[in-house]
């Protein structure tokens, strides 16, 4: 069975600082999908980025980049310039596509990032 | 293009009774998938929904849950005789076909509170 493992409960950094949430995760497999997404207080589930782990090339969004090492099965999330805004719950997630449509997502425990003025 | 909607945003019920959580998925999609969210964790899934068709519930407690899809209208999640354990932020995801791209969207979640 698949996890994920989230190692930071909860993490603040100064406004405009660059902060790296990190992640791990367990597969035998060797097609799938990886993910990051915000909630913030009004607990949306808002998709900040995904990395298909047949591409080598590492996913950006912005201020939003992944650092994904395959190998180590490692995907950690840096924000760059970090604004108020993106303090929220941060979680880490997994999904193997299925030809049979089991594609379920798989969610670590959560990273609380606080961003401080 | 309306986004996938919930509701209600929050529901209160008493040991015993009934929730029914609904969810519209977003126009053009047939895939819903429940998730639930306990406090100060992430969220699980519950279960995996064609039109008319369970397709995975393997996340969802045996006993009180179910969950539909009908041809016509919202997918429900029903949880009858509600426990204190019931309460949660149940969260409805929707994608266009199976393993779309990875890509499932998210709606606001009905937060459950049982008294």
């Known amino acids: 069975a698949q996890t994920v493992t989230q190692s930071q409960p909860e993490m603040s950094v100064q406004e405009a600082e660059t902060v790296t949430l990190s992640c791990t995760y367990d597969?035998?497999?060797?097609?799938?999908?990886l993910f990051w997404y915000k909630q913030p207080p009004s607990r949306q589930m808002i998709l900040v980025i995904r990395?298909?782990?047949?591409?080598?090339q590492n996913a950006t969004e912005n201020r939003f980049s992944v650092n994904f090492q395959k190998a180590a099965k490692s995907f950690s999330l840096k924000i760059s310039d970090s604004q108020l805004g993106d303090t929220a719950m941060y979680f880490c997630?997994?999904?193997?596509?299925?030809?049979?449509?089991?594609?379920?997502?798989?969610f670590g425990k959560g990273t609380r990032l606080h961003i401080l003025p | 293009n309306a986004g996938v909607m919930q509701n209600p945003r929050h529901l209160v019920r008493r040991r015993g009774q009934e929730a029914r959580l609904r969810c519209s998925p977003m126009?053009?999609?047939?895939?819903v998938y429940w998730y639930r969210q306990l406090p100060e964790e992430g969220l699980k899934f519950m279960v995996y929904?064609?039109?008319?068709?369970?397709?995975?519930e393997s996340g969802m407690p045996k006993e009180r849950f179910s969950a539909e899809f009908p041809k016509e209208g919202p997918s429900i999640l029903r949880i009858q005789q509600v426990v204190r354990g019931d309460s949660a932020a149940y969260f409805c995801?929707?994608?266009?076909?199976?393993?779309?791209?990875?890509?499932?969207?998210f709606g606001p979640g009905t937060r459950l509170l049982v008294l």
């Open positions: 990395q298909e782990a047949y591409k080598q």
């Open positions: 597969t035998s497999e060797s097609n799938y999908y």
């Open positions: 995801a929707s994608s266009p076909f199976a393993a779309a791209l990875g890509t499932q969207y």
């Open positions: 126009k053009g999609h047939s895939h």
């Open positions: 929904l064609q039109k008319e068709n369970i397709i995975d």
């Open positions: 997630a997994f999904m193997k596509p299925s030809d049979l449509g089991d594609d379920k997502i798989i």
